[in-house]
């Protein structure tokens, strides 16, 4: 057990999350038993399940893919974010800081992941958010975020964003309670550490015949730490799965060379005595579902949505995960060999745990947002 830093009192919550160690992560602990000492927060329930996806491979007349059930990953909010957070929280908490800084658009699951996270682990959250394309479903998210209690600002854009992040920086600096920032998506190396640890869980699936090793693994590409934790985990494991990351943002978009990058850096700063390298060959980014941009829905997208509803009762969101699987069933009906293919579902599946019930009303909100509810949504 990782002992917390003793300081203030935190008013979040009064029983806040244990801090705990990787030493309790698995199969991490396995592999890289020197990083035992890293904190982290438990917010995983591990290993996700692997399951075949029959009914929409005959639906799709194409050979059956199979899907990893990331959106099960954990049970105050699942997805791909919680096994980001709770290495970046728990080096958060190990510093004994009581609030955490983040960034998205304002239908943000980061930001809801981090702030469902920070709320139970007694920390409070600042969101610096930017516009997208408002649907139902991000007004909902709106709301998510002031429940949980999140102090939500408003930017015009990036550049914007970056200045009012820094502004609430230097104002903390100055009272003495800096916030640590949570990078967008989680993605650092200390972020992509989590999701190594998924591509050597995906590893010992394999091996132990859950599944067969995939040809090409398929996963939203956003910031690009999940894409880029995932693949060093995989070489590391011994898999030589592709993995195809789907972009879904224009948004200062990953490319290829810092996505490698920070796989590269990723193992160099965890795994420094394994003999592991990756080639180009072994990342392809496929940019052709972005649609209008990010957060904007494609009719693909939702006919993909639809389609694994119908046939395996999986919801999926457009902003990410529909877009990624409209790839994979476009790749997988152009394949002729009938490969095993992979679908990474990084959607929560858990509506933040932590939330009340019910839901604020839009006009709680922080009067600059009450604009993306005055009109109809599509």
């Known amino acids: 057990m990782v002992e917390r830093p003793r300081g203030r009192a935190h008013s979040v919550m009064s029983a806040p999350l244990p801090l705990e160690s990787v030493a309790t992560l698995q199969p991490l602990a396995r592999w890289l ?70 960034f998205g658009g304002i239908g943000t699951h980061h930001g809801l992941a981090t702030a469902a996270a920070a709320r139970a682990a007694g920390l409070a959250t600042t969101l610096v958010l930017v516009p997208q394309p408002v649907t139902p479903h991000v007004q909902r998210c709106l709301r998510l975020l002031h429940a949980l209690g999140a102090e939500m600002r408003l930017a015009r854009n990036t550049p914007d964003a970056a200045r009012q992040g820094l502004a609430i920086l230097i104002r903390g600096w100055l009272r003495g309670e800096p916030p640590v920032v949570i990078p967008t998506g989680g993605t650092s190396v200390l972020g992509a550490l989590g999701y190594l640890n998924a591509g050597l869980e995906l590893a010992e699936q394999v091996r132990a015949g859950l599944l067969p090793e995939p040809a090409a693994i398929f996963a939203a590409l956003g910031s690009g730490g999940t894409v880029a934790g995932l693949l060093a985990g995989l070489r590391l494991g011994g898999l030589s ?100 293919l992979l679908f990474w579902d990084t959607f929560s599946s858990t509506e933040p745990s932590t939330a009340p019930s019910p839901l604020p009303s839009p006009e709680a909100l922080p009067v600059p947002f009450h604009r993306f509810f005055a009109a109809a949504t599509p």
């Open 33 to 102: 038993p020197h990083l035992r000492d890293v904190p982290r927060l438990p917010l995983t329930t591990l290993p996700t399940p692997v399951e075949p996806l029959e009914r929409l491979g005959r639906i799709a007349g194409i050979a059956p893919p199979w899907i990893k059930r990331d959106d099960r990953s954990g049970l105050l909010y699942g997805g791909n974010k919680p096994r980001k957070l709770e290495l970046l929280l728990g080096a958060a908490c190990a510093r004994g800081r009581r609030r955490v800084l983040t």
């Open 241 to 340: 799965s592709r993995v195809v990351a789907v972009l879904v943002t224009d948004i200062l978009p990953p490319s290829h060379r810092r996505l490698l990058r920070l796989s590269r850096a990723c193992l160099a700063r965890w795994a420094p005595a394994a003999r592991v390298t990756l080639s180009t060959q072994d990342l392809e980014i496929e940019r052709g579902f972005v649609g209008g941009g990010y957060g904007a829905p494609t009719p693909e997208a939702d006919a993909a949505r639809r389609m694994l509803l119908d046939a395996e009762g999986i919801t999926l969101e457009t902003t990410y995960t529909a877009k990624c699987l409209a790839a994979m069933l476009r790749q997988a009906a152009a394949r002729t060999r009938g490969e095993p």
